[in-house]
T-cell receptor, first 113, second 118 residues
Framework: GQQLNQSPQSMFIQEGEDVSMNCTSSSIFNTWLWYKQDPGEGPVLLIALYKAGELTSNGRLTAQFGITRKDSFLNISASIPSDVGIYFCAGRTYAGNNRKLIWGLGTSLAVNP | GAGVSQSPSNKVTEKGKDVELRCDPISGHTALYWYRQSLGQGLEFLIYFQGNSAPDKSGLPSDRFSAERTGGSVSTLTIQRTQQEDSAVYLC????????????????FGPGTRLTVL
């Protein structure tokens, strides 16, 4: 099925560094979502974006809805060990009765204390 | 608890056997999704239930996979004649549905069932 291009696939950083990851799509989305999955758990929503150009923060996390509606990025500032996990982007169009989310393959983040 | 629960948490089965995976969504959530996540991979959509509407089965990989949702609450995903490639974590998520009929964006996930087919 359709998937988003999410990059990078994995990152290994030092504690305190900033992190940036992004997702791109060939389709226009009306919603962009960022989730985090801890080991052995289901994904948890971090940030939801609904408007082109929208910039939203949640603590040390900042995400933006690209102006073209075909991309989004997530930044994490001053990373800490508990930021470790897999970060997924997901997008949704509202064409017809489409309710499904389209998911990226994830960015695996490792933080070295 | 108030979250989505799934059972069993782990299931080991022999090739060719049938398995049933259960999902208890958050009370009041009318939308329910099943996903499959292979090791190191993203989420693969399987099936979507919304109220009394016909489920969206477009993601089911073969006719060995089926799911039902009884009474608009608990859902069971059944895999018949399991194959080794069915080994994965099966995640269930539920969400509210707005008055407009579209699910809200926050899908609440259960912890998943890890299925291993020997």
């Amino acid at each position: 099925g359709q998937q988003l291009n999410q990059s990078p696939q994995s990152m290994f950083i030092q504690e305190g560094e900033d992190v940036s990851m992004n997702c791109t799509s060939s389709s226009i989305f009306n919603t962009w979502l960022w989730y985090k999955q801890d080991p052995g758990e289901g994904p948890v929503l971090l940030i939801a974006l609904y408007k082109a150009g929208e910039l939203t923060s949640n603590g040390r996390l900042t995400a933006q809805f690209g102006i073209t509606r075909k991309d989004s990025f997530l930044n994490i500032s001053a990373s800490i060990p508990s930021d470790v996990g897999i970060y997924f982007c997901a997008g949704r169009t509202y064409a017809g009765n489409n309710r499904k989310l389209i998911w990226g393959l994830g960015t695996s983040l490792a933080v070295n204390p | 608890g108030a979250g989505v629960s799934q059972s069993p948490s782990n299931k080991v089965t022999e090739k060719g056997k049938d398995v049933e995976l259960r999902c208890d969504p958050i009370s009041g959530h009318t939308a329910l999704y099943w996903y499959r996540q292979s090791l190191g991979q993203g989420l693969e959509f399987l099936i979507y239930f919304q109220g009394n509407s016909a489920p969206d089965k477009s993601g089911l990989p073969s006719d060995r996979f089926s799911a039902e949702r009884t009474g608009g609450s608990v859902s069971t995903l059944t895999i018949q004649r399991t194959q080794q490639e069915d080994s994965a974590v099966y995640l269930c998520a539920s969400s509210l549905v707005s008055l407009a009929g579209f699910s809200t964006d926050t899908q609440y996930f259960g912890p998943g069932t890890r299925l291993t087919v020997l």
